[in-house]
């Protein structure tokens, strides 16, 4: 059901903004779609998954974390705050990068794999933060800001400090 929304989103936004950008110019023209066109519309899970992961990569959801992973080489660990769906896109780029994920952390306790290894999410309350410098990546696009927002209170409270990067503040707190 996301990507469906998601497809509606982008064709929305490529017929009502008036300067789409040349790729979603590319994915309408591709798709052979416009605004409501929803008619016939089959496309295999492979095309369905490719389209999903370029389209956050064209909207530029994710280059505000790797622009700032790529410009401090020497972060090999991250905490991880948020589980879902843009994590499983995030985790190729962290792999080409060997940037290991010291937790996984979410409001929801599951288990996750991710290139290989299982992880339990924790609380945040839960993580054990090191005494040096913490990196958080928000991996969540609809509470970005309300997690954002929670770890900086977490960090205020209990004295740890913990810097924070999401999809549209590239460093937020120290």
Same mark, same amino acid.
């Given at each position: 059901m996301f990507?469906?929304?998601?497809?509606?989103?982008?064709?929305?936004s490529t017929?009502?903004?008036?300067?789409?950008? +040349?790729d979603s110019i590319f994915l309408k023209s591709s798709l052979k779609i416009s605004c409501g066109n929803f008619n016939n519309f089959n496309v295999s899970n492979q095309i369905v998954d490719?389209?999903?992961e370029n389209t956050f990569s064209a909207l530029g959801l994710l280059s505000n974390i790797s622009q700032y992973l790529d410009c401090n080489p020497l972060i090999k660990e991250i905490y991880i705050y948020g589980a879902g769906e843009i994590l499983d896109l995030f985790s190729s780029y962290l792999h080409k990068r060997e940037i290991s994920i010291i937790a996984l952390i979410d409001k929801n306790k599951m288990v996750k794999k991710i290139d290989g290894i299982i992880y339990n999410t924790k609380l945040l309350e839960e993580v054990?933060?090191?005494n040096k410098s913490n990196l958080v990546v928000v991996s969540s696009?609809?509470?970005a800001a309300e997690i954002t927002e929670n770890?900086?209170?977490?960090?205020?409270?209990?004295g740890k400090n913990i +810097?924070?990067?999401?999809?549209?503040?590239?460093?937020?707190?120290?």
């Open positions: 990507f469906f929304w998601l497809i509606e989103y982008l064709i929305f017929d009502c903004l008036p300067q789409p950008s +040349k490719s389209l999903y054990k933060f090191a696009i609809a509470f770890i900086y209170n977490f960090s205020s409270e209990s +810097k924070v990067i999401n999809f549209y503040n590239t460093l937020l707190a120290e």
